[in-house]
């Protein structure tokens, strides 16, 4: 028999350590080749680690959550073999898509071996029974009912007549087992477990994506002061262009949503602010102004949130903005995204769709100076100067690092923004 050393690889380049975000096997299980053994994690990109031979496991190294610099030992597995190997580091392309889900692959069920010990089924407490508690009144007339000042006292707050609930203590004495028994009768099969205080308390570790996006959430309020401006915009007349150009598309053109329009604005606004199309190296001293447009949208995906980037929007129009930013969401909430294709942005959009709400507080994504929130569009009210009338409005919430913009130029740039979207033919205008 043999043993195989397996070592964390090197999983990118300039990558000198990794989170183990999950455990496919344990000690005793038997592996295949090519088998999932293990999962890490480095930036918002999943890596998984296959088994290069077949055996049985004999060690591991590292729980969940621990960072492991690469090249360390993590597995051993024994093989049939004539004597010790050791697994030569793997090397992982760059442009390799990565998962970005947090759930182990499926195997055929035909071939996968038992792994691990099947995890044992949750118990649920029951619901106190109330089946033998008798209806109608359980003692005599003018028998005096006995309880405890405690039992007496949930029984006046509650409004119960205690001549009417069953005692099973001592003599007949009333408990509160009773009461929640009577509870349960009155108010219905369950109710009685519904009302007990819950006293569960569990402790979810934060490991892999969930640690990844709780980082760049502390580094960015803990470092950037910002200040957050709201806009209201009539989107009237643009939803009105934007459904008549849904309506007569041509064949391979991608619907339009808002978001496109949005980033063609985007676009217009920083050319003439390039201050906010930036990033600060606030340890360098230095703010860096980009002359691409690379629009992050923060997205929503079972693994958690992550920022997709739509590389040069400055080089494209509406319908190639929305086929890329199209393509990127599907990539990124199926785990198919690349390194590259997540990282990069200059400025982000931040959109909860219909969710939006009236007013939000998006937090900027570190080291860019402004991000644009996008609520929710409801047909409210607007004065236009001689009477009420119902207009599509919408409410750009957007935040910005107050070290590096002032609060005029954040003004002037939502204002701009919120021109060209109230003047839609503007965006199609070349300046």
Not at 26 to 43: F, I, K, N, P
Not at 74 to 98: F, H, M, Y
Not at 126 to 135: D, E, I, L, S
Not at 278 to 296: N, S, T, Y
Request: contains cysteine; glycine residues 8%.
């Amino acid at each position: 028999m043999a043993e195989r050393i397996i070592k964390l690889p090197d999983v990118g380049e300039g990558v000198a350590e990794a989170e183990l975000v999950e455990w496919h096997v344990s000690v005793g299980d038997l592996v295949r080749e090519d088998m999932v053994l293990a999962a890490v994690m480095t930036g918002k990109a999943t890596v998984e680690i296959p088994s290069p031979v077949e055996g049985e496991v004999t060690w591991r190294h590292g729980e969940v959550g621990d960072v492991i610099p690469t090249g360390t030992v993590i597995l051993k597995i024994k093989t049939a073999g004539a004597e010790d190997e050791e697994e030569p580091e793997a090397e992982i392309p760059a442009s390799q898509p990565v998962s970005l889900s947090m759930e182990p692959k499926q195997e055929p069920a035909a071939e996968k071996p038992k792994l691990a010990p099947d995890i044992a089924p949750l118990r649920v407490a029951a619901a106190p029974k109330t089946a033998g508690v008798p209806h109608g009144a359980p003692r005599a007339e003018g028998e005096k009912p006995l309880g405890s000042p405690a039992v007496r006292l949930r029984a006046k707050e509650a409004g119960i007549d205690l001549r009417q609930v069953s005692g099973t203590g001592p003599a007949g004495r009333i408990t509160h087992e009773d009461l929640d028994a009577y509870l349960g009768r009155e108010n219905g099969p369950g109710m009685a477990a519904r009302l007990q205080p819950n006293k569960n308390i569990e402790e979810i570790k934060v490991v892999g994506m969930r640690r990844r996006i709780a980082e760049k959430m502390a580094l960015a309020k803990s470092r950037i002061p910002h200040i957050t401006y709201v806009e209201e915009v009539d989107m009237t007349a643009l939803e009105e262009l934007r459904a008549r150009m849904n309506a007569s598309l041509k064949p391979g053109k991608p619907k339009l949503t808002i978001l496109p329009f949005l980033m063609r604005v985007m676009v217009k606004a920083v050319a003439e602010q390039p201050g906010i199309n930036a990033h600060f190296d606030d340890e360098a001293g230095v703010i860096r102004q980009f002359g691409g447009v690379h629009i992050g949208i923060a997205a929503q995906t079972p693994a958690g949130l992550v920022v997709p980037v739509v590389k040069h929007a400055e080089a494209r129009d509406i319908f190639d903005c929305a086929r890329e930013m199209a393509r990127l969401s599907d990539a990124a909430k199926n785990g198919t995204a690349q390194r590259e294709e997540l990282t990069g942005s200059t400025i982000t959009i931040s959109s909860l769709g219909a969710m939006g709400g009236i007013v939000s507080t998006p937090v900027i994504n570190h080291p860019e100076v402004a991000i644009v929130g996008v609520n929710k569009l409801a047909i409210r009210p607007h004065w236009d100067g001689t009477q009420f009338v119902p207009r599509k409005m919408m409410n750009l919430s957007s935040s910005f690092d107050h070290r590096v913009v002032d609060g005029w130029d954040a003004a002037t740039f939502v204002q701009r923004l919120k021109a060209l979207l109230e003047t839609p033919a503007l965006i199609f205008v070349d300046e």
